[in-house]
């Protein structure tokens, strides 16, 4: 039978089907090779045999439509681990203050959702902090450039009705720093929830000794929100840096119009993407996030 796998650990894999949830391990033949990669995760569509009322065996794995991973060190060469598979869309919080809004690690984190193919939306959480006017001068040259910004406090309520309908029917990849406000939000919007999702984040980002768990938290309107602890780690293993611009929706149409095709956008003639930095077709702010992981600069 098909299942939905929503929880990882230590090779037991708990996959929902239409007749229940079964907790299964792989089948030996799929464990067989060199592995340079998660074989399952969770988020997959798998095929499984079912032994008994509670367990069973993962058969088959279906293809991915897409995933978010990072690459995980081993001696064997690097494993490509996945964070989760198949989401329909990232959900990046950030807090408009307390603490201060990090717009370059929320860049880092738009050209990671652009490269894995996954579609972002920015939520910008605490607007009772600094007010709707304050907040849309942070985030508000967001939606220009094909991201949705939901403005929310959980406080107050502001924003959850939205944040709700996005969640609903879909599987979210929730993240975003420390005390941005994730948890607030999801006990919002269904109680008890947020404490879940950070109790097993957590455990997970305790140490290297600490048994990892992933798991997928079902919504009661349908669908799944999943906490990604350590992504705030991910280096973008797999882009050149002469790609990067490719990852920038609002550089994507410039590049091929600068003077030069090896234009690194700094000081060369006939760059088209300095000259709208300097008319304000490209924001100073996501011109300095270019930069820095251009040359190797953490935000």
């Not at 074989?39 to 991915?64: F, M, N």
Request: with cysteine; glycine share 10%.
């Amino acid at each position: 039978m098909r299942g939905l796998v929503v929880r990882s650990q230590s090779g037991f894999y708990i996959v929902v089907t239409e007749q229940g949830s079964l907790v299964c391990r792989l089948r030996g033949r799929l464990k067989k090779g060199r592995r340079l990669g998660d074989v399952v995760a969770v988020g997959d569509w798998v095929k499984v045999t079912q032994l008994d009322q509670k367990s069973g065996v993962i058969e088959a794995v279906e293809p991915r439509q897409r995933m978010f991973a990072r690459l995980a060190p081993n001696p064997q060469g690097d494993y490509l681990q996945i964070l989760i598979a198949n989401p329909d869309q990232a959900m990046l919080v950030f807090a408009c203050e307390s603490p201060a809004p990090r717009l370059g690690m929320l860049d880092r984190f738009l050209v990671i959702a652009e490269k894995q193919n996954v579609p972002a939306i920015i939520v910008a959480n605490k607007v009772d902090l600094v007010g709707m006017e304050q907040a849309q001068k942070i985030f508000g040259h967001y939606p220009a450039l094909g991201y949705e910004v939901l403005y929310t406090s959980a406080r107050s309520g502001l924003g959850l009705q939205e944040l709700e309908a996005c969640l609903v029917g879909k599987v979210t990849l929730l993240t975003g720093p420390s005390g941005a406000g994730k948890s607030s939000l999801l006990n919002a919007i269904q109680p008890g929830l947020g404490l879940q999702v950070r109790q097993v984040s957590e455990a997970t980002r305790k140490g290297r000794h600490t048994t990892v768990v992933r798991e997928m938290f079902p919504l009661q309107g349908g669908g799944y929100v999943a906490d990604t602890p350590g992504l705030k780690a991910l280096a973008l293993w797999d882009i050149a840096p002469e790609e990067l611009d490719g990852y920038f929706p609002e550089l994507r149409e410039l590049v091929s119009q600068c003077q030069f095709s090896d234009c690194t956008h700094t000081h060369e003639p006939g760059c088209k993407v300095l000259q709208a930095v300097e008319t304000g077709g490209v924001h100073p702010e996501r011109y300095r996030s270019y930069l820095r992981m251009r040359f190797g600069e953490m935000d």
